[in-house]
């Protein structure tokens, strides 16, 4: 007679009790991340006609202010496949969001348990702004998907693994090579190496495990950061100090691009910044405690999620918390610090949104509800749980239905217009526009509609750039409503000639025809 096989219990607060074998399956992780993929890849091909575009979508490897050189470069590789850059962006996003999936449920597992993992997994998904950013041709989730991968080598065994480590830094290493927020890392993984101890090192041993994590990273940003340091002076070369500038000194004052192209330029340096008004800084810094806190409570993981996030925090320490459970903490921790010197953008946040979550889950595992029953098996707590999750769901419907195609779609008629009835541009021909999307579907370079008030002004402009053409839009018009005339090709001015225009919404593609001086 064939041995009878002792199956696992499932825990007493199991949100899944009638799923532990699923959950538990070693190919569970990779399962539901490949069915994310296959499914949000359909949505975003069909619905997600229009994006936001730029330099980055250019092929291009400028050292650039805000971010790093490694997006560039993968996008360029991924449209090898799909000979469009937009659509290479789209699934290079689907696809890190799948890596994200998997990453999140492979931690967590580590850290808690796999149906905690499973249900993880579950809220991530269907989360409204991780949904939208799963489409969305940027850099965010690339981003998301390299820290939280990270994330997991640093924590995935109980005993350090140098080989283990040495991978974390180095996809750290590559995050900053992304977005230079990345740099979080270089101060926030050492510290919660040496603070949470999370493999029961000494003192001294967790000091070499954090030096060593360190000086991978940067070595890793090595190569870039010298090559900024020639070019620009600076090894650490952006400025996001001037995103820290308008939170101090511009936020709810004066719009973003009256600041940029004013104020911001009196700013060359981060310590320019905090010594103009150390008072001011800390000021902000401290305000942006409660304000960026409320945002991911509120606007990130919802309100209901939030409110057991918080109590679940509160049950985590009074219990004490496991080593890396608390390592995971403090980096996200000190991720939170680092976005405190910017303006609230649930984007920003996303890779806290896993954390959120599993502090949520914390009280819907708290042992208090698992004498709260149904059918004798299923504890309250999972009940609350898939009744989240089929809320979060149809609230992402609801948003993405609307933001999934919500970009300028006269744009693309405007190019395909183009195409059909202009010879192609030459390489460097200028475009002025307030948005990059025209730029990209013209195959032409963006000039950023100047910050003038007259029309005099406005074509001295054209002049000074050497524009070619102006596109003029409901963007525009918003930003420069004393050009609004310019919506309608019939009362264009001498010098500009209205090429191709639409109806809903209005905009014009003017041919510059200005004497050159």
């Known amino acids: 007679m064939a041995r009878s096989t002792k199956q696992k219990s499932a825990p007493s607060t199991s949100l899944m009790p009638y799923a ?95 149906d905690v993992a499973a249900m993880a997994v579950l809220f991530v998904a269907v989360n409204p702004t991780f949904v939208q950013y799963s489409y969305t041709a940027g850099t965010d989730m690339f981003f998301f998907a390299l820290v939280m991968t990270a994330t997991w080598a640093l924590l995935k065994d109980a005993e350090r693994r140098s080989s283990a480590l040495v991978v974390s830094a180095l996809l750290f290493g590559l995050a900053y090579l992304t977005r230079y927020n990345g740099i979080f890392a270089l101060a926030g993984v050492p510290a919660a190496i040496l603070l949470a101890d999370p493999h029961g090192h000494p003192w001294k041993e967790r000091a070499r495990t954090a030096g060593l994590f360190a000086g991978v990273f940067l070595l890793t940003i090595a190569p870039w950061g010298i090559y900024a340091l020639v070019e620009k002076g600076n090894f650490f070369y952006n400025r996001n100090y001037l995103n820290i500038a308008y939170e101090m000194f511009g936020r709810g004052k004066v719009g973003w691009d009256a600041y940029w192209y004013g104020a911001a330029s009196q700013y060359q340096s981060l310590t320019q910044v905090i010594l103009a008004d150390p008072g001011a800084f800390i000021a902000t810094v401290g305000g942006n405690i409660a304000d960026h806190l409320v945002g991911d409570l509120g606007k990130l993981v919802g309100w209901p999620t939030g409110i057991l996030a918080v109590i679940g925090t509160a049950l985590l320490f009074r219990e004490r918390p496991d080593r890396r459970l608390l390592t995971l903490l403090l980096i996200g921790a000190s991720f939170f610090a680092l976005l405190l010197l910017v303006f609230y953008g649930e984007r920003f946040s996303l890779y806290l949104l896993p954390l959120y979550v599993v502090l949520a889950l914390r009280t819907l595992t708290w042992p208090a509800l698992a004498a709260w029953r149904l059918w004798g098996t299923v504890q309250i707590g999972g009940v609350a749980a898939v009744v989240l999750v089929l809320w979060q769901f149809a609230e992402s419907r609801s948003f993405n239905r609307e933001q999934i195609d919500s970009g300028p779609a006269e744009v693309v008629q405007v190019g395909r217009w183009f195409e059909a009835n202009q010879p192609s541009p030459k390489p460097g021909t200028i475009v002025v526009a307030r948005k990059p999307h025209i730029a990209y579907y013209l195959g032409m370079t963006l000039e950023m509609f100047p910050p003038v008030t007259t029309q005099e002004e406005l074509f001295d402009a054209l002049r000074r750039v050497n524009a070619s053409y102006l596109y003029y839009s409901p963007m525009e018009a918003g930003l420069r409503p004393q050009f609004q005339y310019l919506l309608d090709p019939a009362r264009a001015p001498s010098g500009l000639r209205p090429l191709v225009s639409t109806a809903v919404p209005p905009a014009v593609l003017y041919r510059v025809e200005l004497n050159q001086p």
């Open 20 to 114: 532990e074998s699923l959950v538990e399956h070693r190919y569970a992780p990779v399962a539901l991340a490949a069915l994310y993929f296959v499914v949000m890849v359909w949505i975003a091909l069909k619905y997600h006609v229009v994006g936001d575009y730029g330099d980055i979508l250019e092929g291009k490897l400028p050292i650039e202010d805000f971010h790093g050189p490694l997006y560039p470069l993968v996008l360029a590789a991924v449209s090898l496949v799909t000979s469009d850059l937009f659509h290479a962006g789209v699934v290079l996003s689907v696809l890190s969001a799948a890596v994200v999936l998997w990453g999140v449920y492979e931690t967590v597992r580590r850290l808690v348990r796999a």
